[in-house]
């Protein structure tokens, strides 16, 4: 095989990889940002921009509540610092300096339906979060019962910057290491 077949299909793989190692919102969550951003505009608030690193992070708190059960008396559950959440800071290589702003707000409704989902947002205690100029980027995370959103500042203190660059980076080489022997066998 000559070299510029080896390096375009190289460069297809790692754009490949870098779509599947990209966190996707599911169309639950893309729904239920567009409804939170329809009531953002209803109060002339600038709509919340989607963020990978707090979906990232929403995934990952989901992911830990999965075997909790709802319970009609805690729902929607408190908001909660995302220091609280160590472990999923350190899967989505977040830098804890930029999470003191950022806010989770947990949601368990049993089969998730999109309305009540919605309204346990925009018509509960969160609503003085959604309700907040302050934040300006969302994630949404989703696991059985459970929704996550968890809420970004554009200042430092809550900006959730990741550092996934070199994972990403690490993937690609990985991906490559491993193609390689195939490619000299083809
Ligand atoms: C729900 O939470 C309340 C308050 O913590 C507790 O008293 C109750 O037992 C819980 N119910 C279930 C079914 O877990
Ligand atoms: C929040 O969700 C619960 C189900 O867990 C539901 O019973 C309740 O009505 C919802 N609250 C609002 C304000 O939508
Ligand atoms: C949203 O916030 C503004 C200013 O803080 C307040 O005047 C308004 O009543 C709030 N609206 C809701 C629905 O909470």
Redesign the pocket.
């Known amino acids: 095989m000559d070299g510029a077949r080896f390096y375009s299909i190289l460069l297809l793989t790692a754009l490949l990889l870098q779509f599947f190692a990209h966190p996707v919102m599911s169309d639950d969550e893309d729904h239920l940002l567009q409804g939170i951003n329809a009531y953002r505009q209803s109060l002339k608030l600038p709509p919340l921009s989607k963020h990978d690193a707090a979906g990232c992070i929403a995934d990952e708190i989901a992911d830990e509540f999965e075997h909790t059960k709802?319970n009609?008396s805690l729902?929607?559950a408190r908001p909660e610092p995302l220091a609280n959440h160590a472990d999923a800071l350190n899967k989505c290589k977040v830098n804890a300096d930029t999470t003191g702003d950022a806010v989770v707000l947990p949601?368990?409704?049993?089969h998730r339906?999109a309305t009540?989902?919605?309204?346990?947002y925009t018509?509960?205690f969160n609503t003085r979060y959604l309700n907040d100029s302050r934040f300006t980027g969302a994630g949404i995370g989703t696991d059985d019962?459970w929704t996550v959103l968890v809420l970004t500042t554009s200042t430092v203190a809550g900006s959730i910057t990741s550092s996934a660059a070199p994972v990403l980076g690490g993937l690609q080489v990985a991906a490559a290491t491993l193609l390689l022997p195939l490619m000299t066998w083809m």
């Open positions: 709802c009609a729902s929607p949601v368990c409704v049993p339906v009540l989902v919605l309204t346990n018509t509960s019962d």
